[in-house]
């Protein structure tokens, strides 16, 4: 384990400060939302079904808006931050925080969606409907 240092204290607390900042200033100032990260996936398909597993590592999955629609795969979420992040020190971050948003383009067609935790990921299962004129 790495020896807490002056300079580590001091660099947590800034970008803790940083952090609160900016949040502040978007709100107070109404300068919108912040902006969104998008979740790194694998998309694969099937003569059944299309399947996504989507990173999303400290998400609750049950909280992921999931829409499958017009050519798309949607996803809309939040990662919030670990409540150790009060008092900790920081030696690295690189896992995003905060809203996320994918889009991602899916073949036209009917769908119906399910999704589950699995592999580390949320696997999305995108079960190909017949439609009428398929006959």
Known sequence: MPKETAQNRMLSQALSLLAR???LHRVTFGLGP???????LDLIETDSEVLAYVALPG?????VEISAESGFLVLRGCRQRPPEWRT???LRLELP????ERKVRIPDGHYQVSSREGQGCLIIRMRKLRSSCDD
Request: glycine letters at 10%.
């Open 88 to 90: 900790a020190g920081f």
């Open 59 to 63: 998400v609750d999955i049950s909280s």
């Open 34 to 40: 912040v902006p969104a990260w998008e979740p790194p």
């Open 21 to 23: 900042a900016e949040e």
């Open 97 to 100: 925080n905060g809203p996320f």
